[in-house]
């Protein structure tokens, strides 16, 4: 990582961390939201941008690591802080399982064997025999944490909004930290590999099947911590909240934001919270229209996403400095 982009990501940080008390409770709601998108955008990035296994069902394994917070702290009580290793762990081996009979398949094949998935869980949620776990329909209903103690004494005074947004925050910055290493060695080499041309990765020695299942558990583990998160910030979950529409939109908040990209999960993820609320603004009769005219907009200015039209823009400032 160059000086630069040192810089860039410090200041970045920095304003991060100042962000929750110069906007509203709201705001920083939204904003913690945005965070938690954001680490499950890098799981399905991994999987699809790094990967090429398209998925449109990652949005199961966002349930998945929700409901396991919500019935652990609901009906055993364990710290919402300690959920989360087990909803990773629960969404690695669903994930990984998963993956090892969809080995079979690609491409468009893959992408219904997700979205199959992506369809059930929701209803499976729903079963009168799991009711007592899952909640049903009704869903199950969670406290909201609030600050230590241990603020207090120091004099910072959190509201439980801006404590689960920098709580968020450190989760999100090791789950990056994390993937940034994991890409950037022959991990990562092996992933774009078998995306390119998994023959050709065959005969270099790497094993593509193992390769494939551990991505797909990898990345739906990412997506479970981030649905872990996920409710305990909203604390709530219900089966409709996890609908196949979450799926779909995770896959579009990839490809806005940029495909086989860290910092594109950023940017997907700050798409999919706030273009929805602009377009509701703009028109209350067809929000979805106008989310739409958005949509095929960015894609249409920005085809390698908005890092990737990042990355070309200072590319070509770099080269006009040279010349000049």
Not at 27 to 44: D, H, K, S
Not at 135 to 142: A, E, H, L, T
Not at 237 to 259: T, Y
């Amino acid at each position: 990582m160059s000086r630069r982009q040192l810089i860039v990501l410090a200041a970045v940080l920095a304003l991060a961390c100042v962000l929750p008390f110069l906007v509203s409770n709201y705001r920083t709601f939204q904003f913690n939201l945005v965070i938690i998108y954001a680490i499950a955008l890098l799981g399905l990035n991994i999987l699809t941008g790094y990967n090429g296994q398209i998925s449109l069902g990652h949005g199961a394994f966002y349930a998945m690591g929700a409901y396991c917070t919500a019935i652990l702290m609901d009906k055993f009580g364990v710290p919402y802080w300690a959920t989360l290793p087990v909803a990773g762990a629960v969404c690695l081996l669903f994930g990984f399982l998963f993956g090892l009979p969809a080995l079979r398949l690609e491409g468009l094949y893959l992408a219904l064997a997700t979205f199959a998935l992506g369809v059930s869980l929701p209803q499976l949620l729903k079963y009168h025999q799991l009711e007592n776990w899952t909640g049903g329909v009704q869903g199950i209903v969670i406290a909201k944490p609030e600050a230590p103690a241990f603020f207090g004494s120091l004099g910072l005074r959190l509201n439980p909004d801006q404590w689960l947004y920098f709580f968020t925050l450190a989760v999100a910055i090791v789950m990056f930290v994390l993937a940034w290493n994991l890409l950037r060695g022959r991990v990562g080499r092996a992933l774009v590999a078998i995306r390119d041309q998994h023959v050709a990765a065959e005969a270099m020695g790497i094993n593509s099947a193992m390769v494939k299942s551990l991505t797909f558990g990898v990345s739906a583990m990412y997506t479970g911590i981030a649905g872990s998160l996920g409710a305990i910030a909203v604390q709530f979950v219900a089966p409709d909240s996890f609908n196949i529409f979450l799926s779909i939109v995770f896959l579009v908040g990839i490809v806005v934001g940029g495909l086989a990209s860290i910092s594109g999960a950023i940017y997907g993820a700050l798409f999919i919270q706030f273009v929805p609320n602009v377009a509701d603004e703009i028109s209350k009769a067809a929000p979805w229209a106008i989310f739409g005219v958005f949509l095929i907009g960015f894609v249409y200015l920005m085809p390698m996403g908005v890092a990737g039209a990042l990355r070309m823009a200072v590319a070509r400032l770099g080269r006009k400095r040279q010349n000049t």
